[in-house]
């Protein structure tokens, strides 16, 4: 198949006209250390405990994909993930050649729920990159090739006044304009954190993510003391538990009408049926996509749920490195259709164990022409 005699091709053309034929596929731990701790409301991430998963066709071709393990937020660890990513390897390579709709379909039934999200992610990740370089197609024109480039926020984790002063003023300096703070731990220390922030980068947007720590009086009350202090945060996220859905309608409500402040649900939407609940009881602006926790066929269906009933998309990960997140960026670069980009985790790690892939300035990502998503592993042996 020849991409330049197919200018409008897409990935609903990909997935349904090509023939995928695996010649060898597994996957291997991807460690990497982390700059500081990751402290969010419901865990703590010393390090990067991930999934590698690479997959090569018959033609050549090798695509990569990324499992992200993150304790409270993926229901896997480490190595059941690499169990089931290596399942899933080995039922690709017994059953190739097929049609690659009809591979991803497998593969979802064999990684079905919320309890295999990350490694269904990590495998169609690397079947539809490896597929776009049979077709010689970078995947953002794909998506939509809509733009190559798009701007990122950059996380400041729980710690204390001085440590977010000290991170807020390095991004400032970086060029980041959108800070996204972790609070949902303690309200008094989250509001101590805020202030030191506004004090030493008073021009910059927020965004709060409270990972499921507040109940919904405190995160009313959060945004009545963020008001107070004449200022508002352009997006609060998932302030309350996944489960509360009727505090996430309240404070989603209370939020737009009295702050003008949208709510976005992230831990609450791990799935379409969620998705589809959040829309009927219009109990959030926006929906975070996240691709560990959906899956890239789920994620891409949940995308289209919200674009028809007009609510925000944010892109968002777990902690990943470079290739999950040059895939993500891939999505929404090439779709345009994400109003908060929050792909920051490989600036959080102290190694880039990824060659190729986006070239990063300062908070602008540039997604390369190269075919797929670009980026890749060394693997020993492969």
Not at 8 to 23: C, G, S, W
Request: charged fraction near 20%; include cysteine; charge should be negative.
């Amino acid at each position: 198949m020849n991409s330049s005699t197919t200018p409008d091709f897409n990935l609903q053309n990909l997935m349904h006209t090509t023939t995928i034929d695996v010649k060898t596929a597994d996957s291997r731990p991807l460690n990497v250390p982390l700059k500081a701790p990751f402290i969010i409301a419901s865990s703590r991430l010393d390090k990067v405990e991930n999934v590698g998963i690479r997959i090569q066709l018959k033609n050549g071709c090798v695509g990569w994909g990324e499992s992200p393990i993150l304790p409270s937020v993926t229901a896997e660890n480490q190595l059941v993930a690499i169990t089931k990513a290596n399942e899933a390897c080995k039922f690709l390579k017994e059953i190739s050649p097929i049609n690659l709709m009809l591979g991803l379909n497998e593969i979802s039934g064999i990684l079905s729920g919320h309890e295999f999200a990350s490694v269904r992610s990590g495998v169609e990740m690397a079947l539809l990159d490896a597929a776009a370089k049979s077709i010689g197609i970078p995947l953002w024109r794909l998506f939509g090739g809509v733009s190559n480039t798009l701007t990122t926020d950059i996380t400041i984790p729980i710690g204390s006044a001085d440590e977010a002063s000290k991170l807020a003023l390095q991004y400032r300096e970086q060029g980041f304009k959108t800070l996204k703070c972790k609070v949902g731990k303690n309200l008094d220390a989250d509001i101590a954190v805020l202030n030191a922030i506004r004090e030493i980068y008073p021009c910059c947007s927020f965004i709060l993510d409270a990972n499921e720590g507040y109940t919904a009086e405190e995160a009313v009350e959060v945004l009545h003391k963020v008001h107070g202090m004449g200022f508002a945060p352009i997006l609060f996220e998932q302030p309350v538990h996944r489960d509360d859905w009727e505090g996430l309608g309240y404070v989603s409500r209370i939020a737009r009408e009295k702050y003008g402040v949208s709510v976005a649900a992230d831990e609450s939407c791990r799935s379409v049926a969620d998705a589809k609940k959040i829309l009927k009881e219009n109990s959030a602006g926006v929906i975070n996509i996240k691709l560990a926790k959906l899956g890239v066929l789920g994620a891409l269906e949940v995308i289209e749920l919200a674009k028809s009933s007009k609510l925000d998309l944010m892109i968002g990960g777990m902690v990943e490195t470079r290739l999950a997140m040059g895939f993500a960026g891939h999505l929404a670069a090439g779709m345009g259709c994400f109003k908060f980009v929050d792909l920051d985790t490989p600036l959080l790690l102290s190694e880039d164990p990824v060659f190729g892939g986006y070239e990063v300035y300062g908070s602008v990502y540039k997604l390369t022409d190269a075919s797929g998503h670009g980026g890749f592993l060394h693997w020993d042996n492969a």
